[in-house]
């Protein structure tokens, strides 16, 4: 994790501790009543009931995300695996099919940069779902592999293969464009924010006789959830933030790519 990242991680969560002191100062002394320190085991019964619904809710957001950004890269690299896949095969043809190896790799050239260039900018966009027909890049690769001339039972397994190859980037470019468009429901999102203030709010109303104590109890508190927030923010939204998709493989990829042709 670069420096970068640690400061954009650390900077909210010491605005956050900053605050939640402020507001606990400010508010101690007008929310405290007589008889609080007799109502612990009235909180006690509250925290236990809301603190296990509010884990299991964050539990069940935190594994969704986590599943999803898990799929995602998995997806990209086995994409990425049947491109090269592709690319090598045609290593098995005849040198009398140059034309038709150079015009294919060529094609898997044009299809992996756009992926780099046009479609991973869209799958990062939030704001408009990406469309997952199929690609004109893609397209060409299929034209340009309907040249491979069948003429032996080697070319034959050949191209058999480079078929199913180009068949299974096609599935798994519609299965990644589905997964980045995936993003958790509003209404959960909006539950979880209603118990993380509710739960705060209680942290604030506690009795708890030593300040320093209900300091460290609060500011502890407010720091876990908003870390608990970036990181299903961030998760929920894998192309872009702190936590997100590695786009070194297909970089590298693209630029071998752009060896091999020059």
Not at 64 to 76: E, H, R
Not at 243 to 248: D, S
Request: hydrophobic residues 50%; proline residues 3%.
């Amino acid at each position: 994790m670069t420096k970068k990242n640690v400061i954009r991680i650390i900077m909210p969560l010491l605005m956050t501790a900053a605050l939640a002191v402020i507001v606990l100062l400010l508010a101690k002394d007008y929310f405290q009543y007589k008889e609080i320190y007799d109502d612990i085991a009235a909180w006690s019964a509250f925290f236990s009931v809301f603190g296990i619904v509010y884990a299991i809710v964050a539990g069940f957001l935190l594994v969704t995300v986590l599943s999803k950004y898990s799929d995602l890269g998995q997806v990209i690299e086995n994409e990425l695996n049947a491109i090269e896949t592709a690319r090598d095969f045609l290593i098995y043809l005849g040198n009398e099919q140059e034309n038709v190896k150079i015009s294919i790799k060529f094609a898997l050239s044009h299809y992996t940069s756009s992926l780099l260039n046009k479609e991973w900018p869209e799958m990062s966009d939030p704001r408009e779902p990406m469309d997952s027909d199929t690609s004109e890049e893609l397209y060409e690769v299929m034209h340009k592999s309907k040249n491979i001339a069948v003429e032996t039972e080697s070319d034959a397994i050949v191209y058999t293969s480079i078929i199913e190859n180009i068949s299974d980037i096609t599935k798994l470019r519609t299965r990644r464009i589905a997964l980045a468009n995936e993003r958790l429901p509003p209404r959960l999102k909006v539950l979880l924010m209603f118990m993380s203030i509710v739960i705060i709010v209680a942290f604030i109303l506690l009795g708890v006789q030593n300040i320093y104590t209900h300091l460290t109890i609060l500011v502890s508190i407010c720091i876990s959830i908003h870390l608990l927030y970036m990181v299903i923010e961030d998760l929920d939204h894998p192309f872009y933030g702190i936590w997100n998709i590695n786009r070194i493989p297909l970089d590298e990829l693209v630029k071998r790519f752009a060896k091999e042709a020059s």
